[in-house]
C-alpha cells in the first residue's frame, strides 16, 4: 500500500500535523507500506501510483485558503515571508478524477475558538468524493491556540492515531437471503 499525504502549511502547524499523520499511517500499515509528505506545491499529480490520499491545509476564512488568505497570513508572519502561489484548493481543481479504489481523507487545523464555522478538510473532502475517491476517514480538525500556533496540547497524538490506518474498503454487505416464492392458496379449491 503507498499513501501520499499532501499539506499546505502557513506557520509550519500544519506541518506537523501531516508528519504525525504519516507516522500513524506508516504504523498501521507496517512494513509493505510506503509513506510520503510532500507540501502542496511540490506534490504534482500523485495519482500515478498511490492507493490513499490524505490532504491537509490550515483553515482561513471559514474554508480552504486562497491567494488573498495566504497573502494575508504570509503578512502576519512577517520577515519578507513571500505566500505560496498554490494552496490545497488550487491544487485540488488540477486533480483528474480517481483512479478505481483510490482511497482519500482530509484533515484541518484551525484555532480554537469555540463556535468557529467552516472547515478546510470539509471542503477538501467534498472535492475528493466529487472526483471520485472513496473517503476511509471523516474530515478531522486539528486545533491551534492561535493563527500563528502553537498546536493545542495533546493534538500531534490525536494526529497520529486518526490516520486512517486500515485504508482498505468495507467489505460489500451480504447478500439478501434469497426469498421463496410465495404461494397464494387456490381461492377455487375446497381440499384441505
Not at 501531516?18 to 506545491?41: K, M, N, P, T, Y
Not at 500556533?149 to 451480504?174: I, K, T, Y
Request: proline content about 10%; charged content about 25%; hydrophobic content about 40%.
Amino acid at each position: 500500500m503507498r499513501a501520499l499525504v499532501v499539506v499546505e502549511s502557513v506557520f509550519g502547524n500544519t506541518r506537523r500535523i501531516a508528519e504525525e499523520v504519516a507516522r500513524g499511517l506508516a504504523h498501521g500499515l507496517g512494513e509493505s507500506g510506503q509513506v510520503r509528505v510532500a507540501d502542496v506545491g511540490d506534490a504534482g499529480d500523485p495519482l500515478g501510483g498511490v492507493d490513499l490520499l490524505v490532504v491537509g491545509g490550515p483553515t482561513h476564512a471559514f474554508a480552504m485558503t486562497r491567494m488573498s488568505t495566504r497573502r494575508n497570513a504570509a503578512e502576519q508572519a512577517g520577515g519578507g515571508a513571500q505566500p505560496a502561489e498554490t494552496g490545497l484548493r488550487e491544487w485540488l481543481a488540477t486533480l483528474a478524477e480517481a483512479p478505481m479504489d483510490v482511497r482519500a481523507a482530509a484533515f484541518d487545523t484551525r484555532v480554537d475558538r469555540p463556535r468557529l464555522p467552516g472547515s478546510a478538510a470539509a471542503g477538501a473532502a467534498r472535492r475528493l468524493r466529487r472526483l471520485g475517491y472513496d473517503l476511509v476517514a471523516r474530515p478531522e480538525t486539528f486545533r491551534v491556540s492561535g493563527t500563528q500556533g502553537p498546536l493545542c496540547e495533546g493534538e500531534l497524538g490525536r494526529a497520529r492515531a486518526w490516520a486512517p490506518a486500515s485504508p482498505a474498503p468495507p467489505p460489500p454487505p451480504p447478500a439478501p437471503p434469497e426469498r421463496a416464492e410465495r404461494r397464494r392458496p387456490d381461492r377455487g379449491s375446497n381440499d384441505p
